[in-house]
């Protein structure tokens, strides 16, 4: 059965998604107010359908995805409901399980939990959207057969933005301490003993360094909020959060170098480190 869906926004992931729930024959609306020509551009690769308002893009659908910088997940779930809508409503972003039940408690059981580990869907097999909460296996069949490998999961409100914290607490978390150890040898004039070092005991480690500064560099703007909403999350289960408060520092530091090309080098990621001459919080 087609779906009538609205997606917010068409972000990287945001139009893979819609690109998914597309391809299996729904209908997905986009809102073009305040959005960019990248977002349109976006939208029309993925098949989107655009729509001028939110208020009259809410007035013809059944469902609302959506996929947003986490600090700014909060803010949509209020616009949509003050805007008077009651359906499905599943929020995929990067949030603490606070978060999530907070929107739980704004929306009631209309409210779908969920949480995306991988890179965009457009390829099979990379990319998992965990869902959480009475309707996620109603939700998991928008996406049959679908790039977007959908799962429900046991839990309700909160589990899937709990695993998404857990997984990325490692994944980005270890990235940001990677760039930091850099930028601190860096500073203190030992790159090259502690990489021929890494050499004989951890090998592989430079490049990856090298890797990561390149892919995580355009992406770092929106991971800095991602690392407080972990911190936070660590911090409500009586656990130090400090760590993914400090790797919220490393991006912070980095969130200039959003537009650069095809990713920025070591050497400029750890010159916006550097440049900065705070402490790490």
Same mark, same amino acid.
């Given at each position: 059965?087609?779906?009538?869906?609205?997606?917010?926004?068409?972000?990287?992931?945001?139009?893979?998604?819609?690109?998914?729930?597309? /391809?299996?024959?729904?209908?997905?609306?986009?809102?073009?107010? %305040?959005?960019? !020509? $990248? @977002? =349109?551009?976006?939208?029309?690769? #993925?098949?989107?359908?655009?729509?001028?308002?939110?208020?009259?893009?809410?007035?013809?659908?059944?469902?609302?995805?959506?996929?947003?910088?986490?600090?700014?997940?909060?803010?949509?779930?209020?616009?949509?409901?003050?805007?008077?809508?009651?359906?499905?409503?599943?929020?995929?972003?990067?949030?603490?399980?606070?978060?999530?039940?907070?929107?739980?408690?704004?929306?009631?059981?209309?409210?779908?939990?969920?949480?995306?580990?991988?890179?965009?869907?457009?390829?099979?097999?990379?990319?998992?959207?965990?869902?959480?909460?009475?309707?996620?296996?109603?939700?998991?069949?928008?996406?049959? /057969?679908?790039?977007?490998?959908?799962?429900?999961?046991?839990? %309700?409100?909160? !589990? $899937? @933005? =709990?695993?998404?914290?857990?997984? #990325?607490?490692?994944?980005?978390?270890?990235?940001?301490?990677?760039?930091?150890?850099?930028?601190?040898?860096?500073?203190?004039?030992?790159?090259?003993?502690?990489?021929?070092?890494?050499?004989?005991?951890?090998?592989?480690?430079?490049?990856?360094?090298?890797?990561?500064?390149?892919?995580?560099?355009?992406?770092?703007?929106?991971?800095?909020?991602?690392?407080?909403?972990?911190?936070?999350?660590?911090?409500?289960?009586?656990?130090?959060?400090?760590?993914?408060?400090?790797?919220?520092?490393?991006?912070?530091?980095?969130?200039?170098?959003?537009?650069?090309?095809?990713?920025?080098?070591?050497?400029?990621?750890?010159?916006?480190?550097?440049?900065?001459?705070?402490?790490?919080?």
């Amino acid at each position: 059965m087609s779906e009538r869906i609205l997606l917010l926004h068409p972000g990287a992931m945001g139009s893979s998604i819609g690109a998914s729930l597309r /391809g299996n024959g729904h209908a997905v609306a986009w809102v073009r107010e %305040g959005r960019s !020509a $990248a @977002s =349109a551009e976006r939208a029309r690769g #993925a098949g989107l359908q655009p729509v001028a308002t939110l208020r009259e893009a809410l007035a013809g659908i059944d469902h609302v995805i959506s996929v947003c910088p986490p600090d700014a997940a909060l803010a949509v779930a209020h616009q949509v409901t003050t805007a008077g809508f009651a359906g499905t409503y599943l929020d995929a972003n990067a949030v603490s399980p606070a978060s999530a039940r907070e929107m739980h408690a704004l929306l009631g059981d209309a409210f779908v939990d969920g949480g995306i580990v991988g890179p965009p869907a457009w390829k099979a097999g990379t990319t998992r959207l965990y869902l959480s909460a009475p309707k996620a296996a109603e939700v998991t069949r928008w996406f049959e /057969g679908s790039a977007t490998d959908a799962r429900a999961i046991a839990g %309700g409100a909160g !589990a $899937a @933005s =709990a695993l998404k914290m857990a997984y #990325a607490a490692f994944t980005k978390g270890s990235a940001a301490l990677l760039l930091a150890i850099r930028a601190l040898a860096e500073r203190e004039g030992v790159t090259a003993p502690l990489l021929e070092e890494w050499d004989l005991s951890q090998p592989g480690l430079a490049r990856r360094s090298e890797l990561t500064a390149r892919g995580t560099s355009g992406k770092a703007w929106r991971f800095e909020g991602e690392m407080r909403e972990i911190a936070a999350t660590f911090q409500a289960a009586g656990l130090p959060g400090g760590f993914h408060e400090a790797a919220a520092e490393v991006y912070r530091r980095m969130r200039d170098l959003k537009d650069v090309e095809g990713g920025a080098d070591l050497e400029s990621v750890l010159e916006a480190l550097l440049r900065d001459a705070r402490h790490f919080v």
